[in-house]
C-alpha cells in the first residue's frame, strides 16, 4: 500500500518526516531542557535532506520523482547554418527525460552526450539527423536539437525531472528506504 503514495511536502514537513525516518523526533514532552553549547540540529537535518533530495533528482528511479513537461519554459532557437535547433532549458530542471519538435516524428529519449560518436556525426550535413531519426545532444544547461523540419520549429514536449516550485518535496515513499 505505501509504494504508492507520493509525499508533497513543505521544507517543515519534510524536515519533521526526516526526523521520524531518523528516529530524532521528540517523543516525551513532559520537560523542558534548553542548551546553548550545541549544535543547531534543525539546521544540520535541513541541510543533511537538502543533499540527499538533490541527490534523488539526479539519480532515481523516474517513477520516484517530480516529472513535468517544461516545454512552455524552454528557449528555442534556430541555428541554421549548422542545422539544429538550441533549446536553453530553465533552471529547475534536473534530468532531461523526453524531447519532441513538433515535425518530428518520434520523441527522443536519449541524450547523447557531446563528445559521442551520435554527436559528431552532427557535424555532417550528409550524416546529421532528420525528422524521422532525431539526435539530442545534451551540454547541461541546453539542448541542441539535431533534425530541424520545415516551418518554425516548436517543442511539442519537453518532459524532465524537475525541482518542484516553491520549495517543495515531491517524491514516492519508496525513496526513503535508502535514506541515510
Not at 513532559?30 to 550545541?38: K, M, P, S, Y
Not at 524531447?99 to 557535424?123: D, F, K
Request: glycine share 8%; hydrophobic share 40%.
Amino acid at each position: 500500500m505505501e509504494e504508492n503514495l507520493f509525499y508533497d511536502l513543505s521544507e517543515g514537513e519534510m524536515l519533521a518526516l526526516w526526523k521520524r525516518v531518523h528516529r530524532l523526533e521528540d517523543l516525551r514532552r513532559e520537560c523542558v531542557i534548553e542548551r546553548v553549547d550545541g549544535i543547531n540540529l534543525d539546521a544540520y537535518l535541513t541541510e543533511r535532506m537538502r543533499q540527499w533530495y538533490s541527490q534523488l533528482l539526479l539519480t532515481a528511479p523516474v517513477e520516484w520523482l517530480p516529472v513535468e513537461d517544461l516545454r512552455e519554459e524552454v528557449t528555442l532557437s534556430v541555428e541554421s547554418a549548422g542545422g539544429y535547433v538550441v533549446a536553453k532549458l530553465p533552471s529547475r530542471c534536473v534530468r532531461v527525460l523526453e524531447v519532441r519538435l513538433s515535425g518530428w516524428r518520434t520523441g527522443v529519449c536519449r541524450m547523447s552526450p557531446p563528445e559521442s560518436e551520435a554527436a559528431l556525426r552532427q557535424r555532417t550535413p550528409w550524416l546529421r539527423a532528420g525528422v524521422a531519426d532525431p539526435v539530442v545532444v545534451d551540454h547541461g544547461d541546453h539542448l541542441l536539437l539535431y533534425g530541424i523540419g520545415e516551418g518554425e520549429p516548436s517543442l511539442a514536449s519537453a518532459r524532465c525531472v524537475a525541482v518542484p516550485a516553491g520549495g517543495r518535496y515531491r517524491f514516492a515513499a519508496a525513496a526513503l528506504s535508502g535514506n541515510s
